[in-house]
């Protein structure tokens, strides 16, 4: 996005699905929902879930549905009015949201503080008594702020909350988003900012949220940075590159490998798919992530 209004993560779907049918797709297309009929076909090293988001021509209740005859986990990013559809399905909420403001309005700007730290106080213990453990949050934009400073507003408001998270047994996990393409002005741009605040905070409640297409977008390297920094990663998630679109060989990363750097770390947590499908079928597309991943 360049100097254009900023895009919800659902406005940017409905664009761009509107022109999707003309993209490349791998080969093969077609066959895939035959292969992947339920959890039992899949090896499920790496728990993988998908976020809604991507899909919004589907229900939650249709995506649980068809979530489920996949072998997925859960569903990314729901906040507590999804989580019984959820649970219906015995599926979690692999990444809770519904606390933060908006992806602009983080924790590094005092003035936000307020309400971020009303609501999260109140979120964190919707999640814990949901049975839930992750809850996503954002830095905000620079808005002209130098991020050191960024930085010390971060620690000031997290650290009012962070106690309160710690006591329920809930992470606290910031995203990781390119300011290249899709987030220009995000503060938390890049891995080294976020493992600082990690180190300042010094709390296992707090980690990133490792998201692979946005740090190959803005600083590469990923399988180098994941064996090196995985302990200060909480969860991860997919998407090609270029475009956001199918993780297949019609785009660069490698996940396969990443899924087995992943692997190879000993982590526990979860993968969410969160590309914007091209294909006719988008279910299609996420079904060959699924079998992409299960490595």
Not at 11 to 40: C, D, R, W
Not at 271 to 285: D, G, K, M, R, Y
Request: with cysteine; charged share 20%; glycine share 8%.
């Amino acid at each position: 996005m360049m100097k254009q209004k900023k895009l919800s993560r659902r406005e940017a779907v409905k664009q761009v699905m509107g022109a999707s049918t003309a993209l490349l797709i791998a080969p093969s297309f077609g066959t895939m929902e035959s292969q992947v009929t339920n959890e039992k076909t899949l090896k499920g090293n790496i728990k993988q879930s998908v976020c809604q988001w991507c899909y919004p021509d589907y229900s939650l209740e249709e995506l649980c549905v068809h979530a489920k005859k996949m072998g997925l986990v859960g569903i990314d990013l729901i906040g507590p009015e999804g989580w019984p559809t959820l649970k219906k399905h015995g599926l979690i909420s692999t990444m809770c949201n519904g606390a933060e403001i908006s992806l602009t309005e983080g924790f590094n700007d005092p003035q936000h503080h307020p309400t971020l730290i009303e609501r999260y106080l109140k979120q964190i213990d919707l999640v814990a008594d949901a049975g839930y453990t992750n809850l996503i949050c954002f830095s905000g934009n620079r808005n002209g702020m130098d991020d050191a400073a960024g930085l010390e507003n971060c620690l000031r408001g997290l650290k009012q909350i962070l106690p309160h998270a710690e006591q329920r047994g809930v992470v606290l996990q910031m995203e990781l988003f390119n300011s290249k393409v899709d987030h220009p002005d995000y503060m938390c741009d890049n891995t080294a900012w976020g493992i600082e605040l990690c180190q300042r905070l010094d709390s296992p409640n707090f980690k990133l949220l490792y998201d692979i297409y946005h740090m190959q977008i803005n600083e590469g390297d990923i399988i180098r940075t994941i064996n090196d920094h995985h302990h200060y990663f909480g969860h991860y998630h997919t998407a090609g590159v270029p475009g956001r679109h199918e993780i297949d060989a019609s785009q660069e990363l490698n996940y396969p490998a990443i899924m087995r750097a992943i692997l190879a770390t000993g982590y526990q947590g979860y993968v969410a798919q969160e590309f914007i499908p091209t294909h006719a079928q988008p279910l299609e597309s996420l079904q060959q992530a699924v079998l992409i991943c299960d490595v």
